[in-house]
């Protein structure tokens, strides 16, 4: 059985930061490339960071130099965090984590608000 939880999120002024946690229970994540998502109102989910089980890590361009995404592996669980710094409004969506190539059901996502 899998399972995605994320958490971490809420509201936050421009500028501020987070830090987003997700728990993948089921070994299967543990071989896979992880990403954080997100979605906002009203437009498709987009892949904003990922990091592989070797650790290389991608980000889209509209996040570098301000996310940081992590991963710590144990036996049946992967523990994916993404620390976001110095957020703007348009970083505002709910985050979900999952893996990279071949989504499984996906978690209820963490809402971040970046709002003054």
């Known amino acids: 059985q899998v399972q995605l939880v994320e958490s971490g999120g809420g509201l936050v002024q421009p500028g501020g930061s987070l830090r987003l946690s997700c728990a993948a229970s089921g070994s299967i994540f543990s071989i896979s490339t992880m990403g954080w998502y997100r979605q906002a109102p009203g437009k498709q989910r987009e892949l904003v960071a990922s990091?592989?089980?070797?650790?290389?890590?991608?980000?889209v361009d509209s996040v570098k130099g301000r996310f940081t995404i992590s991963r710590g592996n144990a036996k049946n669980t992967v523990s994916v965090y993404l620390q976001m710094n110095n957020l703007k409004p348009e970083d505002t969506a709910v985050y979900y984590c999952?893996?990279?190539?071949?989504?499984?059901?996906w978690g209820q996502g963490t809402q971040v608000t970046v709002s003054s």
């Open positions: 999952n893996r990279v190539t071949g989504n499984l059901s």
């Open positions: 990091i592989t089980i070797g650790g290389s890590i991608n980000y």
